[in-house]
């Protein structure tokens, strides 16, 4: 993927905001998910207003709320 400040270490590609989450094992899908989508609050590559819809598109319902979770955690640590 491209590098941005903050991104050279990070594994993503800009054509595909999903990876490389949907691309491991099920059973990593949910850690992944939270990091993930942490990730992409904290260096504003998906509006906080949209990432709640990025996160519904994971099949697993475990995979989605773990999403939630951590988009959550990144908007929240942002509120004064």
Not at 16 to 23: E, F, I, Q, V
Not at 46 to 67: L, M, N, P
Request: aromatic share 14%.
């Amino acid at each position: 993927g491209r590098s941005l400040v903050g991104l050279d270490t990070y594994a993503w590609k800009p054509d595909d905001l999903y990876y490389p989450c949907h691309s491991i094992p099920e059973k990593y899908q949910g850690a992944c998910a939270y990091e993930h989508a942490y990730a992409l609050v904290s260096f504003g590559m998906v509006d906080q207003k949209k990432i709640f819809t990025y996160c519904s598109e994971y099949a697993q319902d475990k995979t989605r709320r773990s999403c939630i979770d951590g988009a959550q955690a990144q908007i929240q640590r942002n509120v004064p």
